[in-house]
């Protein structure tokens, strides 16, 4: 290689980032809005239990929804705000905990500083795998850069069935009911948000 070439390369990849150095690929960060159906595997102390979610995604209006089915139990809808109000509420059983997560929700380009672990089958699918900081490890579909699926460090998988972009839920969804604003105060501290942000 002349130096001339060094010079050019060098210069493209300050011109592009950090990430040319290393050649490895970077996750495509997520769409402003999405609707993503999940099929949860959630494995602790031996025991795996499953459930199907529904995954809103909307960075435009501040929002993230979990809407959890668990199988033969509880659906829970987790509504989260950018500005670190979240509510988990059972509109069957009327109950519902306000909690505060100061980080709001997650960013569409969270995963910009995960760590590149290579390629690995999963679920039949060739994936492109991240670590983030020791939260979540994250599958990528190599052929359409779809996000495949996410295993968080508590155990929960979540596997990616349906992916549409720009899927926006409607306004009236997102009104928590009004028993979630009985109790004034809002819980505090260490709740790690397993579905959404993270601290
Ligand atoms: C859930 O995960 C456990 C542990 O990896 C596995 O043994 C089990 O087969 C999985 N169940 C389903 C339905 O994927
Ligand atoms: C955050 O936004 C939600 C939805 O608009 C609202 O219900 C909640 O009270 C807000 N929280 C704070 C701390 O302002």
Redesign the pocket.
């Known amino acids: 290689m002349k130096l001339g070439d060094v010079v050019r390369i060098s210069l493209a990849c300050i011109l592009l980032g950090s990430t040319c150095w290393a050649g490895n690929p970077v996750p495509k960060p997520w769409p402003l809005q999405f609707h993503a159906l999940l099929f949860e595997?959630f494995?602790s102390d031996g025991n795996?239990r499953?459930s199907i979610l529904d995954l809103w995604y909307d960075w435009v209006n501040g929002r993230n929804y979990n809407i959890i089915q668990n199988q033969l139990g509880q659906k829970i809808w987790d509504a989260e705000w950018t500005n670190g109000t979240s509510f988990k509420f059972d509109l069957e059983q009327k109950t519902c905990t306000r909690f505060s997560v100061p980080v709001g929700i997650l960013r569409p380009d969270f995963l910009s500083d995960a760590r590149y672990f290579g390629v690995e089958t999963v679920d039949t699918f060739t994936c492109n795998v991240w670590e983030k900081a020791d939260f979540m490890t994250y599958y990528e579909d190599v052929e359409t850069q779809r996000p495949l699926g996410w295993l968080f460090y508590t155990g929960r998988?979540e596997h990616v069935i349906t992916f549409e972009e720009g899927a926006v839920l409607s306004d009236p969804y997102w009104q928590a009911p009004s028993y979630c604003f009985d109790d004034k105060v809002e819980l505090q501290g260490e709740y790690v948000r397993e579905h959404g942000a993270f601290l």
Do not use: R
């Open positions: 595997n494995t795996s499953l998988f």
